[in-house]
């Protein structure tokens, strides 16, 4: 699959991060990299199952937004949703939305903590986030195009130091064996509240569904279920790192 498009410019690519922690060993960075041309129709989408679970007219806020963790637990906006394969459903919707198509395509970093005996934990998501920002840009050289990245806003210290790292990286390319130049990543890291944009939820379902498989906890049907309907679709990735191998 590929850009297609000569209005195609540049590749917008909506990314989240899913932490460690119980049943998960590792660390997640990813999520979908868009055409501008396809974005209005994944937010159609997304606004008409908005409508669907929180009424008519449903806005942009954070009674409105779909965090994939909280659809499947039940809590926050999906707090009065006491059956879990209705919440599964939306989940299924979610991610429906996200499948590959022209114009979307999925990327994901996969860290094995276990195995970063020698890395710091404050260098984990700093070198997730290099690694991702190289298979963006050797994704959009191979398009013929650029990329813009567009990240959650989670706090100011991380965000001042994902863009510092883009500018260090686009001026001098990464630090790592086989790292290279980074010309097709323009401009630098944008951030938005996920509440305020449909795509950065996208991006948060599919790197939740990425953990999903890989979780060590005990397997319930309905995750099951749930799994056996995302590989069904269409959600393979354009391009990843799982690191170390």
């Known amino acids: 699959m590929s850009v297609g498009s000569q ?10 991060e899913v932490k460690p922690g119980a049943g998960q060993p590792y660390y997640w960075l990813g999520g979908l990299m868009v055409t501008p041309e396809i974005v209005p129709t994944l937010e159609a989408e997304m606004n008409t199952l908005a409508e669907a ?7 942009l806020t954070k009674d409105t937004e779909f965090h994939a963790t909280d659809i499947w637990s039940g809590k926050r906006n999906f707090k009065k949703l006491k059956n879990p394969a209705r919440r599964s459903e939306i989940l299924q919707h979610l991610l ?19 195995k970063l005996t020698a890395m710091d934990e404050s260098d984990v998501a700093p070198t997730a ?7 963006i840009n ?13 990240g959650d806003m989670e706090n100011e210290k991380v965000v001042n130091r ?40 996208l991006a948060d ?31 393979g990735l354009s391009t990843y790192k799982y690191w170390p191998t």
């Open 7 to 16: 209005n195609a410019s540049m590749l917008l690519t909506y990314f989240d």
């Open 53 to 59: 679970c929180f009424g008519a007219n449903a806005g």
């Open 96 to 114: 429906t939305v996200a499948k590959q198509r022209d114009g979307v395509f999925h990327i994901a970093v996969r860290l094995d903590i276990a």
């Open 129 to 135: 986030l290099m690694y991702l920002i190289e298979r």
């Open 138 to 150: 050797r994704f959009a050289k191979k398009q013929g195009t650029q990329a813009l990245l567009i």
């Open 162 to 201: 994902s863009v510092a790292e883009l500018a260090e990286y686009r001026a001098g390319g990464t630090r790592f064996a086989y790292g290279g130049p980074i010309n097709n990543v323009i401009d630098t890291i944008h951030f938005a509240q996920s509440h305020h944009s449909r795509m950065l939820q």
């Open 205 to 235: 379902a599919c790197m939740w569904y990425r953990q999903l498989g890989d979780r060590t906890d005990a397997q319930t049907q309905l995750r099951k279920d749930l799994l056996v309907f995302c590989r069904q679709l269409d959600f």
